[in-house]
């Protein structure tokens, strides 16, 4: 069983920028697929990003394309989240999470068995 730690929510102002780090133990990361999602109150999660085993095509929201940038530590076993522009429509609970080795063409939170607890991300003057 794997186990996720997310760390690096803060409170940042609009045009802000802020990485969040997800790191695992119990279980590797290289060879599975690791998503980040998000969840404002009164919303439904979404999937902001996700990277397949392999690294290749990321996924990322339309409401974050060219802002935010998924990446991957294997010698940490940590996957980052970089977020530019941050917009209080940014505003939101992240969660990563781990799955099957491939993304897929709009993940799921259904397709992700492995949860951390979250890291609050507001955005706000």
């Known amino acids: 069983q794997v186990h996720l730690v997310e760390s690096g929510g803060d409170l940042v102002q609009p045009g802000g920028s802020l990485r969040l780090s997800c790191t695992a133990s119990g279980r590797t990361l290289e060879y599975e697929a690791i998503a980040w999602f998000r969840q404002a109150p009164g919303k439904e999660r979404e999937a902001v990003s996700c990277?397949?085993?392999?690294?290749?095509?990321?996924y990322y929201g339309d409401s974050v394309k060219g802002r935010f940038t998924i990446s991957r530590d294997n010698a940490k076993n940590t996957v980052y989240l970089r977020m530019t522009s941050l917009s209080p429509y940014d505003t939101a609970v992240y969660y990563c999470?781990?799955?099957?080795?491939?993304?897929?063409?709009?993940?799921?939170?259904?397709?992700?068995?492995?949860w951390g607890q979250g890291t609050q991300v507001t955005v706000s003057s």
């Open positions: 999470a781990t799955g099957p080795q491939y993304c897929g063409l709009a993940p799921e939170p259904a397709d992700f068995d492995s």
């Open positions: 990277l397949s085993k392999n690294d290749v095509m990321p």
